[in-house]
């Protein structure tokens, strides 16, 4: 008898609970469920008619900028990723529609130089070593797409990695007045895709915080370094 009065008492305290704080946790579900996936939509919905898989198909600009990761895998396999950023930055300047190629990525500890590798990478399949400029400041995507205007003098260029990624990079580009379109690199499947993808939302949002909330700038600016 003690035990059956017990629990219907408990079970009231909870839902007496639960109707107290009800837009508590309706604020809570819409901080972390619902304003993640509208950020994610709203930058697809900018950036999406910038965005080319057809290289016949896309607009000459002069510069491609190569947006940076690691060349390895924690498996010690060569990162698909970077593997194919690299092969599309390649196509798009032996058909001739890009002139030089900018990449960007972290060289921010010893040892690790993400720059570097995709220039000695790029010359090794046949591109000159004066048409590949390095940023090693691209920390972040907004700290890449914002330095390849602020410090390299590019108002347009075309941004190559995989689609999801250009998404949100044009996003950027298109909040700094930069004339950007993207290039999508071949796609990374399986398991590691479907990772990436569900951290690109959280990439997204925090897109969206930084630029209209926190206002955001890169890391480190510098003096400017025109592109030959």
């Known amino acids: 008898m003690l035990l059956n009065q017990f629990f219907p008492k408990r079970q009231n305290n909870v839902a007496a609970f639960l109707r107290k704080y009800r837009y508590v946790w309706v604020l809570i579900f819409t901080?972390?469920?619902?304003?993640?996936?509208a950020a994610d939509q709203y930058v697809a919905s900018v950036s999406e008619a910038k965005i080319y898989d057809d290289l016949q198909q896309i607009p000459n600009?002069?510069?491609?900028?190569?947006?940076?990761?690691?060349?390895?895998?924690?498996?010690?396999?060569?990162?698909?990723?970077?593997r194919y950023r690299i092969e599309a930055a390649l196509a798009l300047y032996q058909a001739g529609k890009v002139e030089r190629i900018l990449v960007s990525g972290d060289n921010s500890r010893l040892g690790y130089d993400e720059p570097t590798q995709m220039r000695d990478?790029?010359?090794?399949?046949?591109?000159?070593?004066?048409?590949?400029?390095?940023?090693?400041?691209?920390?972040?995507?907004?700290?890449?797409?914002?330095?390849?205007?602020?410090?390299?003098?590019?108002?347009?260029?075309v941004i190559v990695s995989q689609r999801f990624h250009c998404l949100r990079a044009v996003y950027l580009a298109h909040s700094a007045d930069?004339?950007?379109?993207?290039?999508?690199?071949?796609?990374?499947?399986?398991?590691?895709?479907?990772?990436?993808?569900?951290?690109e939302i959280l990439a997204r949002t925090q897109a969206v915080v930084d630029l209209n909330v926190l206002n955001r700038q890169p890391k480190f600016l510098g003096p400017e370094e025109m592109i030959p």
């Open 31 to 37: 901080v972390f469920c619902v304003l993640p996936l």
């Open 61 to 82: 600009r002069r510069v491609a900028l190569v947006l940076g990761t690691s060349k390895w895998a924690p498996s010690g396999r060569v990162n698909l990723f970077y």
């Open 121 to 157: 990478d790029l010359v090794e399949l046949g591109v000159p070593t004066d048409h590949v400029v390095r940023d090693y400041a691209g920390f972040r995507t907004l700290d890449s797409v914002i330095r390849a205007k602020k410090v390299f003098g590019l108002d347009s260029f």
């Open 178 to 199: 930069i004339d950007a379109i993207g290039f999508s690199a071949r796609e990374v499947g399986g398991t590691v895709g479907f990772k990436i993808r569900l951290r």
